[in-house]
Structures are given as structure tokens and as C-alpha cells.
């Protein structure tokens, strides 16, 4: 779906079209291979899991610096239309990769349905669906319109605010892997603790009105 929705972007010429290709296909085929290839991961290790996630998160980063670089270069050169389809032939060459490797190790006691909705009746299921849910309608804001902010505000150049794009996707390959790296430490759980009560004592101990 992935290499299909990039492939038909270049064909596009309506909005409804680019609707079609680049949200509900390519957002269906991401979903498709983001979440089974960091879910897969648990039937391999069994401790450091939260660092051998955020390496497989931090791909994802990583192809935000290549790709935008290599739109950016390509597009002047030979056109929307080819540029898009080009970038969908370097989809399909990575994407035999985790095709040929990705296999479940461990397969469960009894097949489980597609969609299951009871899952909504755990109230942490669903107030961690709801909070990725906010979360990711204000993440990439940023990402959207820190281009055109930084050409309106004369932060920098025209030709170097496109970099910006690939400047902060690769700061968030560290972010994915640092923060998971150290959360094993106890010393860091001490001082979240920490953090958290000194919040719940300054809340406690504010005036009210």
C-alpha cells in the first residue's frame, strides 16, 4: 500500500485524489508496517525492550531526513510526477527488507481478532488512546509550518529553511533512543519520582482562591 499510494501521488491532480493516496493508503500501509515491526519486537527480547524500540521507532527519523533531502534535490530536475515516483522505488528496495525479515518468533496460545473493541472497556487502554490521540493532533504542527514560519519571520533563507524539516527529524532519532536508553536507570526513575512529588506538594500547598 505503501509503494501503491506514493506511486498513484504522482498521477494526482485534485485534492480528493491526494486524499486518497497519500492519507487513507499510505497512512494505511504505515500503520500496517510502523506498528507490527515495534510490536514484533517483544517476542525477541526480553529486557532492554524500551531501547530496542526506540532503535526501531528511530528509522522512521531517518527517513525523514532522507526523503524531504532527496525530494528537495529531484523535484527541480525532473518534476512532481517522477520525483514522487522515485521516491516510491527507494519504498519498494526498503521494503524488501522487513518483508524478508520480519517473522514472529513466539505465536500466541489462540488467534485473536482483528478488532477488538472490549479493549476500550480497560480504562488505561482508553485514556492512553485518547492521550495518543491529542498528542498526535498537535505533534506535527510543527513540522508542518516551521518552513513557512521561518521564511515569514525572516529566520533564514528560503533554500535553507527546507532543511529544517530534515534538521528536526534528525534530533528526534535521539530523542527516540536516549530517552529509552536511560529510562532503565533507577537514579533517572528516582528523579521522575521525585519531580512528580514536588509538583503534587506545589499544587497542594498554592492558595486558592
Not at 473493541?117 to 491529542?134: D, I, Q, W
Not at 535553507?160 to 532503565?184: D, E, H, K, Q
Request: glycine fraction near 8%.
Amino acid at each position: 500500500m505503501l509503494v501503491l499510494g506514493q506511486m498513484m501521488l504522482s498521477l494526482c491532480h485534485t485534492y480528493w485524489q491526494v486524499l486518497l493516496a497519500q492519507a487513507f493508503c499510505i497512512g494505511i500501509g504505515t500503520g500496517c508496517l510502523f506498528i507490527p515491526s515495534v510490536a514484533i519486537l517483544s517476542t525477541y527480547f526480553s529486557t532492554r525492550i524500551g531501547t530496542v524500540i526506540g532503535i526501531a521507532a528511530a528509522g522512521s527519523s531517518l527517513g525523514g531526513v532522507i526523503y524531504p533531502i532527496v525530494f528537495h534535490k529531484l523535484i527541480s530536475q525532473i518534476g512532481f510526477p517522477w520525483t514522487t515516483r522515485v521516491l516510491g522505488f527507494i519504498v519498494l528496495a526498503t521494503m524488501i527488507v522487513p518483508n524478508v525479515c520480519m517473522r514472529v518468533r513466539v505465536l500466541p496460545a489462540e488467534s485473536r481478532s482483528l478488532l477488538d473493541l472490549r479493549a476500550f472497556l480497560m480504562p488505561s487502554y482508553s485514556l492512553m488512546v485518547a492521550g495518543f490521540f491529542l498528542g498526535f493532533m498537535g505533534l506535527y504542527m510543527p513540522f508542518f509550518y516551521a518552513q513557512t514560519y521561518a521564511i515569514q519571520e525572516h529566520i533564514t533563507s528560503e533554500s535553507m529553511a527546507f532543511y529544517l524539516l530534515a534538521i528536526m527529524n534528525s534530533t528526534s532519532v535521539f530523542g527516540r533512543i536516549v530517552p529509552n536508553l536511560v529510562s532503565f536507570s533507577a537514579t533517572v526513575r528516582k528523579l521522575l519520582l521525585f519531580g512528580l512529588e514536588l509538583l503534587t506538594s506545589l499544587r497542594n500547598s498554592s492558595p486558592t482562591n
